[in-house]
């Protein structure tokens, strides 16, 4: 009999601790599920058929409506108390916590948009967010944007940041063996990218918040339930797509990190990638993620949906992603 209590009591300390936890993930996931839904219903009303038809004149060489699509979307973020930002050139901006001397990690940070839009000041919250955490400084990227410039361009900008930063490291107080490289959708696309590439370089970690794996409709369960209203419509997707890719094949495995070769992936450092649950992207990103033989972890925001890096509206996303980065840029 006192075999048994001790077994129901020990049971019962279990569930006493599990549910708390539960619970507490559930509240989590409900609240960034009202957040996306806020933010979606505020979102201006032709927001993505404006960027579409501006994306499509700018590959028929009128760049004018996508000009002010991009201006709009240069909106730089306040620092946090402590925190400054230096342009070290005309496309690179280091954010560091002021009179720090310490050798820290290094996270490069490339933004998104589509490969078409988004600018260094996209990512800047998130830039400032790392910074001020003083786990890693961060160099953010301008890097030369489509369809004026498509592939490879701005591989090409990346790749030069990680040279630059290798190069660079005792000035930048940093190690060559302490950099990391990262992005949100098209830029995650290009940190993946770039990492591939420049194998020949130390490459710490890899950050990636709900990437472009496969520059195409990959007609996926997520492609086509989220394909539409959620942040990231799949035709805008597609000319995203279409301005990065002119007179290429999107399978090119600098392009569509799917194509590479499972021997090639297993190159890639640790890597995190963040999904939003309801993106059209989440599952390419998945069938990626579960190809890395090394060290990765991959969680998924499941009531999130695109966007809650750059774009201000998923306060609750926003923060566990920032949380995400620091636990792992600690570690790897």
Sequence with gaps: MRNIRSHIAHHLLLLAIFIPIFTKAQ????????????????????????????????ING????????RNSRNVEAELSPGVKATYLNQSIRLYEIENDTTTLPMLIYLHGGGWTFGSINSCSRFCDAIAASGVARVLAIDYSLAPESPFPTALNDCTAALEYAHTN??????????????????GGNLAAAA???????????????????????????????????????????????????????PYNPLISISSAKTETLANLPPTLLVAAGRDILRDQGK??????????????????????????????????????????????
């Design 27 to 58: 509240n989590i996931d409900s609240l960034m599920r009202v957040e996306a839904d806020t933010f979606i219903s505020n979102l201006p009303e032709g927001l993505q058929q404006k960027q579409k038809s501006a994306i499509k004149s700018a």
């Design 62 to 69: 009128d760049t004018a409506a996508l000009r002010r699509v």
């Design 169 to 186: 490291a005792t000035i930048l107080k940093t190690s060559p063996t302490l950099i990391s490289i990262g992005g949100d959708s098209a």
């Design 195 to 249: 990492a591939l590439k420049c194998g020949h370089l130390p490459i710490r970690s890899l950050i990636l918040f709900y990437p472009v794996i496969k520059a195409y409709a990959d007609n996926s369960e997520s492609w086509n339930k989220y394909g539409h209203g959620y942040g990231l419509d799949a035709d805008l997707m597609t000319e995203f797509n279409k301005a990065y890719t002119i007179g290429t094949t």
């Design 287 to 332: 069938e990626f993620a579960d190809r890395l033989p090394g060290i990765v972890r991959r969680v998924e925001f499941p009531g999130a949906v695109h966007l809650f890096i750059t774009v201000p509206g998923q306060p609750t996303a926003f923060k566990k992603a920032v949380e995400l980065s620091i636990d792992f840029l600690s570690k790897h």
